[in-house]
């Protein structure tokens, strides 16, 4: 069964692949019919000619104005009647303005170029290099544009065309767009609402002018003229494109329908589908259908006119134009085609599971007769018993009393009022079982929570309970974290037990060793000087041990005074360098530090600062690669000063960047160098007491130390 299940999956894909590459493919066909059927040469005539009817006036303003540049626009107007009417001004105004706008258009114009010429003075102006008024007898500039034509206004400004590119364009057809007379304005008299003066616009064309326009072979994508034909064109590529498109479906339909029912139940898709209420389901297939046949014409039109690279160009993709272009067209129909495969088998699920039961368990009407019936059923089975029952029943009680006091002054008050109880008493039982119900959710994962299962988890919406929900996952975690935390904390306590035990115990054995070896009274003088230097250096070690040991643990306890001054952070760590230089020279280290300001003024504890200082410097002898460079950055960012010390590491560093400014923590695990592996944990206490940051960052073999201060604020 399941091979056939997967077989008519393939099946139904194969179709709706082959139908969807099939539409696709009939593009070039569609196109190729409208080219015929709609001729873009007319499109381009209408377009231009409402156009140049105000680019007219603007060319003939702007080749006057080279002459005399205070040009008046009244030579265009006549007008009749009384000029002082309020309408009559805006009109003029409008002229004027609308010839301004014109020739700011004509400066950025992209689709109309022109060339024209002044009869009287010769003179020309032009939007492009081309020599339009030669275009007649240039076949360069006929191939480079698709229309043209040259107009002539005569002295007294009648329109002739000169010619044109098919010479089917009439001066009666440029004519009609022209601008020829303004609406009439009237004037009334406010006491008997009788017009008293009336007034209009004839406006006159240019004179002794001849202007050549043109049009690119190539229109930009978003222009207006490639717009206006795209437009245009829409209802074409509907009415043209409509063949294919019904052929597609009926042979998707047929295909459906002749497939036996059983195979297509298996699908989950379309038994999913099946489920949904009838009067949904139409709605949105109607809805989704509709669309996307009103949108499949403006999908065709940018395909076909090459318009999809523009709307890449904006993702920067359009590179990809070949490979998303036929993925989006084959998608779309893919879409559309599958919408009518659900809709021949929700013809055959109808014939199959029977009128009757269809309407009765898959339509909204139906629905609501059988949860009628389950409505009566719990009324039968109520239980008065229920503490929920009679508390729901005196709300209901007390709510008839109140609407039936209301109602009585209507004759059908007191029937309307008891529909209206039953319908809250059911809304309102429903409510209480439902919050019942979330409540005993949340007690049984609080129940399982003190039984230590930090897992639970609470996904089901528990209503008015919501907040107690989200505080309860915070507990959660809260309880999570503090246990973690006290793991942690106890696996700490064992490894700082361990690593007290061993870094006291071996110089304390050394010296119990070497007591042992002094008390032989056979040792030559030599051998004795040699042992207490040795005695001497690990007494030193376990006192600086205990006192670092200290120094720690009254940081940590809060037992420690801070005498803050101001500090110049510069001169500090020169001064902790100074000290520290014999054991950098050990390592051949070369330490350079890069500080734009010569004092940077902190208000620190002095000794402890310096102690940080120290120990970072300690720290960079025993662990950085000799013969290597040491660098320290000061950067001041706002009103803190940031301290980078930056070293090249001997070993390789395999520990935690958190771990390694934890008390008695070595970079070495071995425990083989003089370390205590407290020098980093005093940095970091010392830093936190002084309301500083301390952090260590590993990046292979470079370890960064970065300590951050409050810089003094300067009154």
């Known amino acids: 069964m399941k091979k056939k299940k997967y077989l008519v999956s393939f099946m139904i894909v194969v179709i709706l692949l082959a139908t969807s590459i099939g539409i696709y493919l009939s593009y070039p066909a569609i196109q190729s019919t409208i080219s015929k059927e709609t001729p873009s040469q007319s499109l381009i005539t209408e377009y231009v000619a409402s156009q140049i009817a105000q680019y007219n006036y603007a060319i003939d303003c702007s080749l006057k104005s080279k002459e005399n540049s205070n040009i008046d626009t009244h030579q265009y107007l006549e007008i009749v009647g009384n000029s002082n009417i309020e309408g009559i001004t805006s009109e003029i105004e409008d002229f004027k303005y609308g010839i301004k706008q014109s020739q700011r258009e004509l400066e950025k114009e992209t689709d109309i170029y022109y060339q024209a010429t002044d009869m009287t003075t010769k003179k020309q102006i032009s939007n492009t290099s081309d020599h339009l008024n030669s275009i007649q007898n240039d076949q360069a500039l006929q191939k480079k544009y698709q229309w043209y034509v040259q107009i002539q206004f005569d002295q007294d400004g009648i329109l002739f065309v000169n010619y044109s590119h098919n010479d089917k364009i009439q001066s009666r057809e440029l004519n009609n767009y022209m601008i020829h007379q303004s609406q009439t304005y009237s004037e009334y008299n406010e006491s008997n609402h009788e017009i008293t003066s009336e007034a209009y616009i004839n406006f006159k064309n240019p004179k002794n002018l001849t202007i050549t326009y043109a049009v690119p072979q190539k229109l930009a994508a978003n222009s207006n003229l490639s717009v206006y034909l795209t437009n245009y064109s829409t209802s074409d590529y509907l009415k043209y494109s409509m063949p294919y498109v019904v052929f597609a479906i009926a042979i998707i339909m047929l295909i459906t329908l002749i497939t036996p029912y059983q195979l297509f139940k298996e699908q989950k898709l379309l038994d999913v589908i099946s489920r949904i209420k009838f009067g949904i389901l139409a709605f949105m297939w109607c809805l989704v259908t509709g669309t996307l046949y009103v949108f499949s ?419």
């Open 297 to 715: 014409p403006y999908l065709i039109a940018a395909t076909s006119q090459k318009h999809m690279i523009d709307f890449y160009q904006e993702f920067g993709i359009q590179n990809l134009d070949k490979i998303l272009t036929p993925i989006i067209n084959i998608g779309f129909w893919f879409i559309f085609f599958m919408l009518f495969v659900i809709f021949a088998y929700m013809i055959k699920y109808l014939f199959h599971k029977g009128f009757k039961n269809y309407c009765k368990e898959n339509t909204c009407l139906g629905w609501i007769i059988t949860n009628s019936q389950i409505i009566l059923n719990k009324i039968v089975d109520f239980d008065f018993n229920d503490n929920i029952n009679r508390s729901v029943l005196k709300i209901v009680l007390f709510n008839f009393v109140i609407i039936s006091i209301i109602s009585v002054f209507f004759v059908f008050g007191i029937f309307f009022s008891l529909v209206y109880s039953f319908i809250i008493f059911i809304l309102l039982k429903k409510k209480f079982e439902d919050i019942q119900n979330d409540y005993q959710v949340l007690l049984n994962a609080t129940r399982q929570l003190s039984n230590g299962n930090f897992g639970v988890k609470i996904n089901e919406d528990v209503g008015v309970f919501n907040p107690l929900k989200d505080e309860f996952t915070h507990i959660k975690d809260g309880f999570e974290k503090a246990v973690n935390e006290e793991v942690k904390s106890q696996k700490m306590k064992t490894e700082l037990i361990s690593n007290v035990s061993h870094d006291l115990k071996t110089p304390l054995t050394s010296i119990i060793t070497y007591i042992d070896l002094l008390k032989n009274d056979q040792l030559i003088d030599e051998d004795r000087k040699k042992y207490i230097e040795i005695l001497e250096r690990n007494s030193l070690r376990l006192k600086n041990l205990i006192d670092d040991l200290f120094e720690v643990s009254k940081v940590n306890s809060g037992n420690v005074h801070l005498d803050l001054v101001d500090v110049d952070i510069v001169s500090l760590i020169k001064q902790a360098q100074l000290e520290s230089q014999d054991k950098l020279d050990e390592k051949n280290l070369d330490v350079r530090m890069n500080c734009s300001e010569e004092k940077i003024i902190c208000y620190l504890d002095s000794s402890k600062t310096y102690r940080i200082f120290e120990n970072l410097f300690i720290n960079i002898s025993k662990y950085a690669l000799a013969n290597t460079r040491v660098y320290i950055d000061l950067i001041q960012i706002d009103h803190q000063i940031q301290i980078t010390f930056k070293n090249i590491s001997e070993a390789e560093m395999t520990f935690n960047e958190n771990e390694i400014v934890e008390r008695f923590v070595q970079g070495d695990k071995s425990r083989n160098t003089s370390g205590s592996g407290l020098g980093l944990a005093i940095v970091k206490s010392f830093t936190e007491l002084q309301k500083g940051q301390f952090k260590v960052e590993v990046d292979g073999d470079l370890f960064k130390s970065i300590l951050t201060f409050n810089i003094k604020e300067t009154s």
